[in-house]
């Protein structure tokens, strides 16, 4: 049997550079183990994790509940296909239209895959000659053609046009730019409630329910990327929730399944059946051990009390991160809604990323010049502690 065989970071490296495609830039540490809000590389240091997965692992590494619902399902049944029932899905779909708007899911594998789906769905449920969506300025939707599209950001589209049809963006926060992009060939409007990517940033005040009021005008969908900021991440079980809109559609993955790949897309039952069948699929999407991971989840997070720990945690995060704003001006905004977290920076974020990796903490920056946090919801206030004193420490160093 061939197994991994305990090389170290340096040797890990090398077998990188001769096997693999090099369209990440990775740091050069071998992560080998985690457990909670910590991880562990092949030469032993621990490192405290503020970026878990990239956002996928909300609830830590390898959380026991979820750890234990994964082992006991692949020893069950790992994999068959969409065109059987599985329970275990359908139960899952329960437990996600219970927890937002009592709509019906469509199961895949990753956040673009989600929004590809919704993007079909709008097309699908209007009339033929429209097919426009309107994106943010900002935005970040996925690396798929359709959702590479979507997101307005130039400098993901250098090279690869043409780019898919019927996209237009607006600057985010901005509903007369919005209300100039609608014509009688718009059929949805896509938003990420809170911007991930683009810096944590947050709608002003009566943006997402503007955004409502122009689509029940209008006739269009209403679609929500929730794939960085659902799932718990805000402290509700949704970011919608926070702001009293309801969408017609929304997209979720990274934490769905607590680090399992799992990704979904939510919409109302009167809208459900313009997926029809053969128009869309997804091969492992609702797997049975991506949907017990997802019921795991929920249930983890219930049974402990993170939604409010979230919430809990993210007024930590704000005292913390406002203290240091006023010892330190290279800081200019602090941005936080429950464990999503943007420290926007008035110089570049990378030496200060680097800074904190040289003291075993791991942060991320976004945008050019945002320290982004996507920390555990079951972080401790001790971890919260430690790990804001080492990102003081690396900002008065980088900075």
Not at 5 to 22: C, Q
Not at 36 to 51: A, H, N, P, T
Not at 131 to 150: P, Q, V
Not at 309 to 338: K, P, S, T, W, Y
Request: hydrophobic letters at 40%.
């Amino acid at each position: 049997m061939t197994t991994a065989s305990g090389l170290s970071s340096a040797e890990t490296v090398e077998l990188f550079k001769k096997y693999v495609i090099p369209n990440y830039t990775r740091y050069p540490v071998n992560l080998v183990r985690g457990e909670g809000s910590y991880v562990w590389d092949s030469e032993g240091s621990r490192y405290l994790d503020f970026f878990p997965g990239w956002g996928c692992n909300l609830l830590g590494h390898c959380p026991q509940p979820l750890v234990e619902a994964v082992q006991e399902q692949v020893a069950t049944l790992i994999h068959v296909p969409n065109t059987w029932h599985m329970e275990v899905q359908g139960r899952w779909a329960q437990l996600l239209s219970e927890r937002s708007f009592g709509g019906q899911a469509f199961f895949c594998n990753s956040g673009a895959e989600a929004n590809e789906a919704a993007i079909k769905l709008a097309r699908l449920h209007t009339p033929k000659e429209r097919y426009k969506i309107i994106t943010f300025e900002g935005g970040f939707h996925g690396r798929t053609l359709g959702a590479l599209t979507a997101t307005a950001q130039p400098k993901y589209h250098e090279g690869l046009g043409p780019l898919v049809a019927g996209f237009s963006y607006a600057p985010f926060g901005d509903l007369e730019a919005v209300e100039r992009l609608i014509d009688r060939e718009t059929c949805a409007i896509l938003v990420e409630p809170v911007q991930g990517e683009g810096g944590v940033r947050l709608p002003p005040d009566g943006f997402l329910q503007g955004l409502r009021s122009l689509c029940d005008q209008h006739g269009l969908l209403l679609m929500f990327d929730e794939v960085q900021a659902g799932f718990g991440r805000t402290g509700h079980w949704f970011a919608y929730q926070h702001f009293g809109v309801t969408p017609d559609v929304m997209t979720l993955a990274k934490a769905l399944c607590g680090g399992i790949a799992g990704g979904a897309m939510l919409t109302t039952r009167e809208i459900a059946p313009s997926l029809r069948p053969g128009m869309h699929a997804s091969t492992f999407g609702g797997n049975p051990i991506a949907a017990r991971a997802g019921i795991a989840a929920i249930e983890m997070i219930e049974n402990e009390n993170l939604l409010e720990n979230a919430v809990r945690l993210g007024e930590l995060f704000r005292e913390r991160l406002e203290a240091m704003r006023q010892q330190n001006d290279v800081i200019c905004d602090v941005r936080v809604l429950g464990v999503m977290i943007g420290v926007e920076l008035a110089v570049p974020g990378a030496p200060v990323v680097e800074a904190c990796l040289k003291r075993k903490l791991l942060v991320n920056c976004t945008h050019g010049n945002v320290i982004r946090l996507l920390p555990a919801m079951n972080l401790t206030s001790e971890q919260l502690d430690e790990g804001c004193d080492v990102l003081a420490q690396a900002l008065a160093e980088a900075t």
